[in-house]
């Protein structure tokens, strides 16, 4: 049993998985390998001078699993309550999670079959999000959003930052108290 699983792997979803394992969660990455950053060139990023779209998720994906976080490339097919949690059922097996985020970016399909409520978009191009609360959370029990599908800018900067804000969110849940997690210099 996952604490977090993160569907999507580009900037909001790695940035979650790499919150998540880094607090000492066991965190699971799921990636179909479709994020719309690994099409870009990227010079508006804080603290990165410039970086092709698929350098930066790999690099985000790279950072998640050097804190614990594992991935699996695979498509999500389905999430169901299951007596602890939520099982996730993908194209190579199912797994089961306390908490799901969903980080899909522009896609909302899964989120329309399992009930997610959502609603028209903000952005061009951007039909249709899902509902969350401030913090993350959707209409469902447990499945929380970050990054695009969630209504947010889909400026790499913009969506990283949601889904780190989210998984603070999720950790503080699960823990009962704030999390706050800052490195210093050694």
Do not use: C
């Not at 989120?111 to 999000?129: L, S």
């Amino acid at each position: 049993m996952y604490d977090i699983l993160v569907i999507g792997a580009g900037p909001a979803g790695a940035s979650a998985a790499l919150i998540a394992a880094k607090s000492g969660k066991k965190t699971l990455l799921l990636d179909s390998n479709q994020s719309i950053t690994k099409k870009a060139w990227i010079e508006n990023h804080y603290g990165v001078k410039e970086i092709t779209g698929p350098a930066l998720v790999e690099l985000g994906q790279e950072q998640a699993k050097k804190f614990g976080a594992e991935l699996v490339q695979t498509k999500v097919e389905n999430i169901e309550k299951s007596s602890e949690g939520l099982r996730i059922d993908t194209e190579n097996g199912s797994f089961e999670a306390r908490h799901v985020i969903l980080a899909t970016g522009l896609f909302t399909d899964l989120a329309e079959k399992i009930g997610v409520q959502t609603k028209a978009g903000t952005e061009p191009r951007v039909k249709t999000i899902v509902d969350v609360d401030a913090s993350g959370k959707t209409s469902v029990e447990g499945i929380w959003a970050a990054g695009g599908i969630a209504g947010k800018s889909l400026h790499t900067i913009i969506v990283a930052g949601d889904g780190a804000n989210v998984a603070i969110n999720i950790i503080s849940e699960l823990n009962g108290e704030r999390y706050v997690d800052h490195d210093v210099l050694k």
